[in-house]
């Protein structure tokens, strides 16, 4: 799902109404089945998580100059690569520290930005942005998970994959079928040439057992967690292992743990096309400024049309070839993301009043996360699939399953639903092994507090609704009508306020009766094309730092 950044984690979406509907046949050269792992039991798993102890990190300098700038410190913690063989081979988890500034100290705060595949070392630097200097009595802990950025080894498999000119997403023929296969049936013999046996441990389980390898490295007794996205699941898993080790703890955006991984991409497919259908109607309410129809419909007519001409017809850009399936690419964030909207929308309109492709280029590089000159520029996107793929055995091996649900849902819901397909498609041959699904269970945490905007399209908030029942401590902080994916800390006094006050004093609200939120708070206001609020402005400024996009990019399906 990763829950899909593209790239990075890093990927994009779809095409016009091409489709009947018919069925197509399966590939001829798709993959073999990936293998299962034997049934294991996870609380053993936890068991042997316990048996390790890793040496207390060496601190040193950071290489990133914002963490410089704040301070920070930077070590690598020593784990196994297997648990379940704690004297076998080590790898090294990147980890990062700014430390508290007040005399109170409450300890240590993990944080998670999401993907699976985001990069969390520059997340050290969060705590500045929690209001009334609630964040500075803790010691910020970003960190890079098994596989990623700066952690040994790092996942890469073939760094031009998202590259450009790519076959149409929706396969109106076999023969666009058969190019998609081959491109992702390349990608995992890739994988599998590259990259050696930590294939088979990047579950979110080995996740949650490096985090308790973390807390034991630091001397902790409990540790603090802040989980964006995907990292609210990995939150989930470690309170389900080692309930007793958490202390405070806040989910932003929040995974169903009732549908990993396959069944959460097919609800995203609806959820985007609802998002980018909201951000037409913006559009058309501001045609006086973009000039690219004055209602929902001639908008989303117009950016279909626009990208049926590309895939007829790419332009050539800096790096090369954009098509129909760049120009979708470009404008994921949309769905994701209001303060990208006026951007966007400038882009959009540029391109089609204006025939600027470097706009609409530089659209598709931020939000693809493709970078030419990078070697692991896929690093986000292969520790994606490497954890999703292996996470769960409820991936279905049949192509003709995976072909059925993506035409039923592409009939209602256009925008996404292939490009997720194509994205997640790997996980049908993944090289590694599956592993038995880990059952949530939050009955032993003692605290948490979560948000989740009603309409964010990468963790549906039933997702929410489903962990605040499993977690009965849990409170929950709704806004209603939001499409925005995991914002907090962006600048909604109502939502950041109240994460405040339980930083700083460990209390929640009241819970509520019934399958509902405990607090709503409104959305930020849709931003304006002439006159941003100020806090829009503040998190444009804030999206700009290269950690903070990370996460948006991270935090992303596919």
């Given at each position: 799902m990763t829950l899909r950044s593209r790239a990075l984690a890093t990927g994009a979406a779809v095409a016009t109404l091409?489709?009947?509907g018919a069925l197509l046949a399966p590939s001829a050269t798709a993959a073999p089945a990936a293998g299962t792992a034997p049934a294991s039991s996870r609380t053993s798993a936890a068991t042997s998580a316990r048996s390790y102890t890793p040496p207390a990190p060496v601190w040193g300098s950071c290489s990133s100059s914002s963490l410089k700038?704040?301070?920070?410190?930077?070590?690598?913690?020593?784990?196994?690569?297997?648990?379940?063989?704690?004297?076998?081979?080590k790898i090294k988890i990147a980890i990062s520290r700014v430390a508290h500034t007040t005399k109170q100290d409450q300890g240590v705060m993990l944080v998670n930005p999401g993907g699976p595949g985001g990069s969390g070392l520059g997340l050290a630097t969060l705590g500045q942005y929690v209001p009334d200097g609630a964040g500075d009595s803790y010691d910020w802990i970003g960190f890079d998970p098994r596989g990623v950025g700066d952690s040994e080894p790092a996942?890469?498999?073939?760094?031009?994959?998202?590259?450009?000119?790519?076959?149409?997403?929706?396969?109106?023929?076999?023969?666009?079928?058969?190019?998609?296969?081959?491109?992702?049936?390349?990608?995992?013999?890739?994988?599998?040439?590259?990259?050696?046996?930590?294939?088979?441990?990047?579950?979110?389980?080995?996740?949650?057992?490096?985090?308790?390898?973390?807390?034991?490295?630091?001397?902790?007794?409990?540790?603090?967690?802040?989980?964006?996205?995907?990292?609210?699941?990995l939150g989930q898993v470690y309170g389900t292992l080692y309930p007793k080790r958490l202390r405070r703890v806040v989910f932003d955006g929040t995974v169903d743990p009732r549908k990993i991984w396959y069944d959460a991409n097919l609800d995203q497919d609806e959820a985007f096309d609802v998002n980018i259908d909201i951000w037409f109607g913006w559009v058309a309410d501001h045609d006086s400024v973009y000039h690219l129809g004055t209602t929902q419909k001639a908008v989303r007519s117009l950016f279909y049309?626009?990208?049926?001409?590309?895939?007829?017809?790419?332009?050539?850009?800096?790096?090369?070839?954009?098509?129909g399936s760049e120009w979708i690419d470009a404008f994921l964030y949309a769905g994701y993301y209001q303060s990208s909207w006026t951007g966007l929308a400038e882009t959009f309109s540029r391109f089609v009043r204006d025939d600027d492709v470097k706009a609409l280029e530089a659209a598709y590089l931020d939000s693809s996360g493709y970078d030419a000159d990078d070697p692991k520029a896929d690093n986000g996107y292969a520790v994606y699939l490497g954890v999703q793929c292996t996470d769960t055995r409820d991936w279905p091996?049949?192509?003709?399953?995976?072909?059925?649900?993506?035409?039923?849902?592409?009939?209602?819901?256009?925008?996404?639903?292939?490009?997720?397909?194509w994205y997640n498609e790997p996980c049908r041959h993944?090289?590694?092994?599956q592993q038995k699904e880990l059952k949530i269970d939050g009955r032993k945490v003692k605290s948490l507090l979560m948000v989740n905007e009603t309409l964010d399209a990468a963790t549906p908030y039933a997702g929410s609704l489903e962990v605040r029942k499993r977690f009965p401590k849990a409170r929950l902080i709704a806004e209603p009508g939001g499409t925005t994916h995991a914002g907090s800390l962006y600048g909604n006094a109502c939502v950041d306020d109240r994460i405040a006050a339980y930083l700083a004093t460990g209390e929640l609200p009241k819970r509520k009766s019934g399958k509902k939120a405990d607090v709503t708070c409104d959305p930020l206001p849709r931003p304006e094309p002439?006159?941003?609020?100020?806090?829009?402005?503040?998190?444009?400024?804030?999206?700009?730092?290269?950690?903070?996009?990370?996460?948006?990019?991270?935090?992303?399906p596919r």
């Open positions: 091409l489709a009947s700038d704040a301070k920070a410190e930077c070590a690598k913690v020593t784990v196994p690569l297997d648990y379940d063989h704690p004297d076998g081979t996942v890469s498999c073939d760094p031009t994959f998202a590259g450009y000119d790519r076959p149409r997403y929706v396969p109106a023929s076999p023969a666009l079928s058969e190019a998609w296969f081959a491109k992702t049936n390349a990608y995992t013999d890739a994988c599998a040439k590259k990259n050696g046996p930590i294939l088979d441990h990047l579950t979110t389980v080995d996740s949650a057992k490096d985090m308790e390898s973390i807390r034991k490295a630091l001397g902790e007794k409990k540790i603090n967690y802040y989980g964006f996205s995907y990292g609210t699941y049309r626009t990208e049926e001409k590309l895939y007829a017809d790419p332009v050539k850009g800096k790096g090369g070839q954009l098509g091996q049949k192509w003709s399953t995976w072909e059925k649900d993506s035409w039923r849902i592409f009939r209602k819901a256009p925008y996404e639903t292939w490009a997720n397909t993944w090289p590694a092994q002439a006159a941003r609020s100020a806090a829009a402005k503040k998190q444009a400024e804030r999206s700009s730092t290269k950690e903070l996009s990370t996460l948006r990019r991270a935090a992303l």
